[in-house]
């Protein structure tokens, strides 16, 4: 296993969001790493540093399009990754992932319909509806993460719910929704007259039960369906703002492209182009096995960590993503008092699982963290969590 999953990424004096927004200044200034946030802990992949380097050293910053290397690059890596062969006029360059989700809301329904989305699920989706005037109307997930179809079936029937958006993996949950269920939510769609767009900007981080199906290979020609795919998971670069949809059906394809491009789609960001070349090629490729073999560990041992100091957690073993889903309801603290006890005395910050709508005591916790300073934070973590809830353990 390379030496770089060892070694912490430096946020300081970056502007970065998730140093400055989610992590308390203590726990950076202790030296800790952060467990908010799904961005990396450790640099991205060598392929990728590599040729943004070559690029930026060549001096070249113009208008840039995709081309066929381009193309190239991006069908090679879904033949790999994704076992799925598709056509480069399918591949449609957008402004990263809700920049696409945005185009489609627009597209697709009109001020005052609603998009549904799943729940848990990423709560960007319904900030994107609310910011262009459409509502959202929330299908549950069941226990083990999978749609709940009658309760789908029961918002695609409502005469204003036009478009479902969700993500595959699911972000927070980390499980994948497999292909016959899919097939089931087009099928319910198709029925219905709605669209659906396929967040698969974690696909290529799975390691159970994938690879992550493309819902535009599973669609039929006239389906409303799209699928969303990105960098900005597999290689941490979230804040580079460049993604591709994927589109089968060619009138749609056409209808989005005009779209895209009256929400000022201009070019492509030279270094996003760099960074695809360098992530989709045969290095970036060893890398991610090398980078889910990690997220894999890390999962396991706060598994392992949850059985041994707080039985009383419950949580889903992720199939893929960097995002581990628990239940911390079991300590007995509402959430304000559990996230304090968490930050100010485990030095321990992660996401409140009620911004993914989430029950009370939920969080999400990202396991892309170098496994020496895992091991340094679930020791301070286990020794808060003796000092203040030790005893009441041992009476248990």
Same mark, same amino acid.
């Given at each position: ?8 990424? /430096? ?43 070559? !690029? ?6 113009? @208008? ?7 193309? %190239? ?15 480069? %006029? ?8 809700? #920049? ?17 989305? #799943? =729940?848990?699920? @990423? ?40 478009? +479902? ?43 159970? $039960? ?20 990105? +960098? $900005?998971? =597999? ?18 394809? !056409? ?5 895209? %491009?009256?929400?000022?789609? $201009?070019?492509? /960001?030279?270094? !996003? ?6 992530? @989709? ?17 890390? /999962? ?26 628990? %239940?911390?309801?079991?300590?007995? +603290? ?63």
């Amino acid at each position: 296993m390379s030496n770089a999953f060892e070694t912490r990424v /430096d946020r300081r004096d970056r502007g970065n969001l998730k140093a400055l927004a989610f992590t308390p200044a203590h726990i950076r200034e202790a030296g800790y790493v952060s467990f908010a946030g799904a961005e990396f802990e450790f640099p991205t992949a060598p392929a990728v540093i590599e040729a943004v380097q070559a !690029a930026a050293g060549n001096g070249l910053f113009g @208008y840039t399009v995709a081309d066929a290397p381009y193309f %190239d690059a991006v069908r090679w890596w879904l033949a790999r990754v994704r076992q799925a062969e598709v056509p480069a %006029d399918w591949i449609c360059p957008v402004q990263g992932t809700i #920049f696409a989700v945005a185009t489609a809301i627009r597209l697709l329904t009109r001020p005052g319909e609603s998009v549904a989305v #799943f =729940t848990p699920g @990423y709560n960007r989706y319904e900030q994107a509806a609310a910011r262009l005037g459409r509502g959202t109307v929330r299908v549950p997930l069941d226990g083990a993460g999978q749609p709940d179809l009658a309760a789908l079936a029961a918002a695609l029937e409502r005469p204003d719910c036009r478009l +479902l958006v969700f993500s595959n993996p699911n972000n927070p949950t980390g499980q994948l929704i497999p292909a016959g269920t899919l097939r089931e939510i087009l099928r319910l769609a198709r029925r219905r007259g709605a669209a659906v767009v396929s967040d698969e900007i974690f696909a290529d981080v799975v390691w159970a $039960g994938g690879p992550t199906p493309l819902l535009a290979a599973l669609a039929e020609e006239g389906d409303a369906a799209l699928s969303l795919i990105s +960098l $900005g998971k =597999t290689f941490s670069l979230t804040g580079v703002n460049h993604a591709d949809a994927l589109i089968r059906n060619p009138v749609l394809r !056409a209808r989005f492209l005009r779209q895209r %491009d009256a929400d000022h789609f $201009g070019s492509i /960001d030279p270094l !996003a182009y760099a960074a695809l070349r360098g992530g @989709y090629s045969p290095a970036g490729l060893r890398w991610l096995e090398e980078l889910k073999t990690v997220i894999w560990r890390n /999962d396991q041992r706060f598994l392992d960590f949850f059985a041994a100091h707080l039985p009383s957690a419950r949580a889903l073993r992720p199939m893929g993503t960097y995002v581990l889903w628990a %239940d911390l309801s079991g300590l007995g +603290l509402a959430d304000e008092a559990l996230h304090r006890f968490l930050r100010e005395e485990a030095y321990f910050c992660c996401d409140p699982g009620q911004e993914f709508y989430g029950g009370p005591g939920t969080v999400r916790i990202c396991t892309a963290v170098p496994p020496g300073e895992l091991e340094k934070s679930l020791a301070v973590l286990a020794a808060a969590l003796e000092r203040r809830f030790g005893k009441e353990r041992e009476q248990s």
